[in-house]
């Protein structure tokens, strides 16, 4: 008999097997994540996430009869020591469950590896580049493939955690769209997530029960991310009250913005330059690239805007504080770090923070709170365009809170 962590019930092996497989059948039926005879690329890192979503997809599939042709689609992008040892997992896992694989390198899609990255720019802001240029290789692949989707392994506990950044960040927007089950619904591409209310906890279960083949080494530039604060913060939710991580995701799924945050979502458009999708005339990976390309690799995720940028000679849109459509969570945790960072540190034992008002370009109330219940108790508000300025001050407060890891009550307050 084994806990379910999720629901707290005992339960045999087998049992837990079949309430696990059928959990997720229910999630793509309710959701309507698939079409019969859909190409579907299956994101695979060889991580304990993606092979299980290898191992359910290929099983459901066959089960169901989805009638989904599967494919596997991982991006190598070049980390000694990590990603080459996990490849060679995913290459076991092509053979284990009979579904062919597709590899595509940040060498051949850009001309850097992330080593080389890293060399270049050190181990503060590396996942941002990571997180935007394997976000593209992903549709780069996909789209080589033929694919009309992308399944990520991205579970419960990885959807809670984005909405907690996405509160503490102020980023209204993001926070509208980041529990949704599917992205970019009207795009070409779509990509959905099939673990979205499945528990960390229990695809680990899950894998180590069924003896699956998965490599569990952690990426050696991470712990540098900041996305571990947050993650801590949900497990100690979870340990609270297991349920506090669908709670989370559920209180997203139900939040009301008002009409002005919507004119601040980004219109999709495609890069002029690479002509995948962006937000702005040009991409953030190519931004990126731009500031790699010309020895400058910090000029592209430094919190220039406008006329710093020209001034450096820069395209006009390398330097626009947010940065293209394609910047994805891996973004979100560097620059929280990077906030945290300048944390004054009379901050960082605070119980009660209080930013001060002021951000650039006008109101946004936020308030994010835990009751003293240890029960997530998070409200957002939208009033005019939220600023970086405002953004900054909040997230140094937010991650003051975030280390406290108790009772806390974030206020960020306009005028
Ligand atoms: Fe890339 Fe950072 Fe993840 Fe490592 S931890 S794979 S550098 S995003």
Redesign the pocket.
Do not use: K, L, T
């Given at each position: 008999m084994l806990n379910r962590p999720k629901t707290q019930e005992q339960v045999c092996r087998e049992c837990f097997f079949t309430a696990f497989e059928e959990e997720v059948h229910q999630t793509i039926v309710d959701n309507k994540l698939f079409k019969h005879g859909e190409r579907l690329a299956v994101a695979a890192s060889g991580g304990k996430d993606s092979t299980v979503l290898a191992h359910i997809m290929s099983t459901l599939n066959a089960r169901y009869n989805y009638g989904l042709d599967l494919f596997l689609l991982s991006i190598d992008?070049g980390?000694t020591g990590?990603?080459d040892d996990s490849l060679e997992t995913v290459k076991r896992n092509e053979q284990q469950y009979g579904i062919p694989l597709k590899v595509v390198s940040y060498k051949e899609l850009y001309g850097w590896t992330?080593d080389e990255i890293?060399s270049q720019i050190g181990t503060k802001n590396?996942?941002t580049?990571?997180?935007v240029f394997?976000r593209q290789a992903l549709d780069r692949g996909a789209v080589l493939m033929g694919a009309n989707k992308i399944a990520t392994g991205h579970n419960a506990d990885d959807v809670a955690e984005t909405v907690l950044l996405n509160i503490l960040r102020g980023d209204v927007p993001r926070l509208g769209r980041c529990a949704n089950i599917i992205t970019g619904e009207d795009s070409s591409l779509p990509r959905v997530k099939p673990f979205k209310y499945a528990y960390e906890k229990e695809i680990v279960l899950y894998a180590y029960y069924k003896k699956l083949d998965y490599f569990s080494t952690?990426?050696?530039?991470?712990p540098f991310?900041a996305r571990g604060f947050a993650r801590e913060f949900i497990k100690d939710l979870e340990a609270a009250r297991p349920l506090a991580i669908i709670d989370v995701i559920r209180s997203a799924e139900d939040f009301v913005f008002a009409a002005a945050s919507d004119e601040k979502l980004p219109q999709p458009r495609t890069c002029e330059r690479c002509g995948y999708i962006s937000s702005q005339p040009v991409c953030k990976a190519c931004v990126l690239l731009e500031g790699l390309n010309r020895g400058m690799p910090r000029l592209g995720v430094s919190r220039t805007r406008g006329r710093r940028g020209e001034k450096a000679g820069l395209h006009p849109d390398v330097g626009r504080g947010g940065g293209g459509g394609s910047s994805g969570p891996?973004e979100v945790a560097s620059e929280s770090a990077e906030a945290a960072s300048t944390m004054p540190a009379e901050r960082q034992g605070g119980g009660v923070a209080q930013a001060p008002a002021g951000g650039e370009g006008g109101a946004a109330p936020t308030t994010a709170g835990c009751a003293d219940d240890g029960l997530p108790r998070f409200e957002a508000w939208a009033s005019g365009a939220a600023g970086a300025g405002g953004q900054t001050a909040a997230e140094k407060v937010a991650r003051a809170a975030v280390r406290q890891r108790g009772p806390v009550e974030i206020v960020y307050e306009t005028t």
């Open positions: 992008e980390i990590y990603r992330m890293v590396n996942c580049f990571c997180g394997r952690e990426c050696i530039y991470a991310a891996a």
